[in-house]
């Protein structure tokens, strides 16, 4: 995903690979750089697994039920983020038995978010279909949303109407975050927080995922100009196992939400945000230093002994304070700026995103 140049060309190569064999077939590790490049493959179903024995098996057999109807090669990259019960063991079965099961098993668990990150690395379909493990989310809804991507949307991004959680500990934060977030990121959607999501490729490329930061990839999709669109499903009660999060999982979103609003509105141009803040800062700190100056200056001409911090004490200490914070969000948005700098050209991520490049006798499309 970081490198999409190497995975264009891998992409084109495997295509036009020997005709009687499909790539998938024969099932080459793909670089680690990336998501593999798009073979002929056109679905990856990813599934990352944390204590889920009960359910894989069942998970399993409804993928494949369902996509058996898509009429098109597809894969499951079925992720083991460190379980603690036998859910790597069925899944190594699982794999072991069809070749269209990759089975990622991770060394510890590394989280949700980032055992998705590890699927979405191995998926080499153009359509990348990522879903709960838990059985909350039921594969038979997978048409659904490749209908979305097939009409020509980016992401289709799944909208639990109904949902079978708690209301006080979960629907409720999970309310707020979601109108928070439609507010900060400007994408409206009513329900950030499901994994049930179909991407079309391209997009994914342009997007890596850190910490918990899997329920934004649509916002930092629509910051390169990715078209949306949500999917009504159901949520239904987890049957087996119990929910990895509790009501700690609210700050965590908060803290996040911080991170996207700065992250769409302010990644090129750090200098713009801080700047605003050590400029507001700064011009009332000054004006605090001014106005205790001409205090002490109108004193002097009238010969008049002032103590001008016995007067202004609170207000002069608040002034020189303003004066340094300026200082630091300053010197904060300098250093962004060039951590930016190194930031894009040491991984050549680009600042735009191109839909399509169109010259007279060669057309493609890019991520
Ligand atoms: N999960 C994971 N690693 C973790 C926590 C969760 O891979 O550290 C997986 C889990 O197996 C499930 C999905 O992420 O497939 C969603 O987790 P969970 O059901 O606990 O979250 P909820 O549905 O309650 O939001
Ligand atoms: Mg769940």
């Not at 009687?20 to 990856?44: I, T, V």
């Not at 599934?47 to 359910?55: A, K, L, M, S």
């Not at 945000?273 to 001409?301: E, P, Q, T, Y």
């Not at 680009?350 to 490049?357: I, M, P, S």
Request: with cysteine; aromatic share 10%; proline share 4%.
């Amino acid at each position: 995903m970081g490198n999409s140049k190497s995975n264009r060309k891998s992409g084109s190569v495997a295509a036009g690979g020997a005709p009687d064999e499909p790539a998938w077939k024969s099932r080459p590790m793909p670089p680690s750089d990336g998501m593999g490049g798009a073979g002929p493959l056109k679905y990856s179903v990813v599934v990352p697994f944390y204590n889920e024995e009960d359910v894989v098996e069942n998970l399993y057999r409804r993928i494949v039920r369902v996509m058996r109807h898509e009429g098109a090669p597809y894969e499951m990259i079925f992720v083991n983020d460190g379980s603690k019960d036998s859910t790597a063991a069925v899944l190594e079965r699982i794999a072991l038995a069809d070749e269209r099961v990759t089975f990622v098993d991770l060394r510890r668990n590394f989280g949700q978010t980032t055992a998705i990150q590890a699927g979405f690395d191995q998926a080499r379909g153009e359509i990348i279909i990522a879903m709960d493990g838990d059985l909350q989310h039921d594969p038979y809804e997978i048409p659904l949303f490749i209908k979305k991507i097939d009409e020509g949307y980016d992401i289709a991004s799944g909208w639990r109407i109904r949902r079978g959680d708690n209301l006080l500990l979960r629907r409720l934060p999970s309310r707020t975050a979601n109108w928070l977030l439609a507010k900060v990121s400007g994408v409206k959607l009513h329900d950030f927080g499901t994994t049930f999501k179909a991407y079309r490729r391209e997009v994914l490329e342009g997007v890596r995922l850190y910490g918990d930061m899997h329920r934004f990839v649509p916002a930092l999709c629509a910051r390169l100009g990715a078209k949306i669109v949500e999917v009504p499903i159901k949520n239904v009660r987890r049957k087996a196992g119990r929910s990895n999060y509790g009501i700690s999982r609210t700050f965590r979103v908060a803290l996040d939400i911080l991170m996207l609003r700065f992250i769409t509105g302010y990644l090129t141009r750090p200098l713009h945000f801080f700047g605003k803040w050590s400029l507001g800062c700064g011009l009332i700190g000054a004006g605090i230093l001014v106005f205790g100056l001409c205090r002490k200056l109108a004193a002097a001409f009238e010969h008049r002994k002032f103590d001008l911090f016995g007067v202004h004490g609170p207000l002069m200490a608040l002034g020189f304070m303003l004066l340094v914070i300026a200082m630091l969000f300053l010197a904060t948005g300098l250093i962004g700026e060039l951590l930016m700098r190194i930031y894009f050209e040491s991984t050549q991520a680009r600042t735009y995103a191109v839909r399509r490049l169109v010259r007279k006798g060669s057309a493609q499309g890019n991520g």
